[in-house]
C-alpha cells in the first residue's frame, strides 16, 4: 500500500473547497468546514498548523 501524501492545513482547506465545502467558522488553529447537499448537511473540521501532516 502506497503512503499517505503529506500536505499543509491550508492545502487541506482548498481541496475541500474544490469539492463544494466552505468555510463555516474559524476558532483559534480548527476550521469547521460545512457541505450542504438536498437531502443532508456534512461537517468537517480541519487543524491549521505550520508544519505539513499526513492525510
Not at 38 to 50: A, G, P
Request: contains cysteine; hydrophobic residues 35%; positive net charge.
Amino acid at each position: 500500500m502506497p503512503k499517505l501524501p503529506v500536505i499543509s492545513g491550508d492545502e487541506c482547506i482548498k481541496a475541500l473547497e474544490r469539492l463544494g465545502y466552505y468555510v463555516a467558522r474559524t476558532k483559534g488553529d480548527h476550521v469547521l468546514l460545512g457541505h450542504s447537499h438536498r437531502v443532508f448537511h456534512t461537517n468537517c473540521s480541519c487543524f491549521l498548523q505550520r508544519r505539513p501532516f499526513l492525510l
